[in-house]
Nanobody
Framework: QLQESGGGFVQTGGSLRLSCVAS????????MAWFRQAPGKEREFVAG????????YYADSVKGRFTISRDNAENTVYLRMNTLKPEDTADYYC???????????????????WGQGTQVTVSS
């Protein structure tokens, strides 16, 4: 089970940190990612991280502004979001897959487990 938190309402240029806590499974044997879905749009890849946290990968739209990290001791993956823009407004989901060295899976149907999402709203 994956549970996201940390979403909210923020002004343009602000920051948020999302968290995703995993329970019921061996967290460290999964690569993790964040996706987002805006109203009326497809779910899109945001950032991925391998099981050790040594390899990360970002969508071009967030590169340089967002940082994904993980703490295997706490069974948690994070997404630090800086310099937020109105176009970042979406529901954000964490996801897991068992190809543990691969931080670059960008298709949603390649992921085995999903959280329920947390909403992020960025005002202009």
């Amino acid at each position: 089970q994956l549970q996201e938190s940390g979403g909210g309402f923020v002004q343009t240029g602000g920051s948020l940190r999302l968290s995703c806590v995993a329970s019921g499974r061996t967290f460290r044997v999964y690569a993790m990612a964040w996706f987002r879905q805006a109203p009326g749009k497809e779910r899109e890849f945001v950032a991925g991280i391998d099981w050790q946290g040594r390899s990360t990968y970002y969508a071009d739209s967030v590169k340089g502004r967002f940082t994904i990290s993980r703490d295997n001791a706490e069974n948690t993956v994070y997404l630090r979001m800086n310099t937020l823009k109105p176009e970042d407004t979406a529901d954000y989901y964490c996801a897991a897959h068992s190809d543990i060295y691969n931080a670059r899976r960008v298709k949603a149907n390649e992921y085995e487990y999903w959280g329920q999402g947390t909403q992020v709203t960025v005002s202009s």
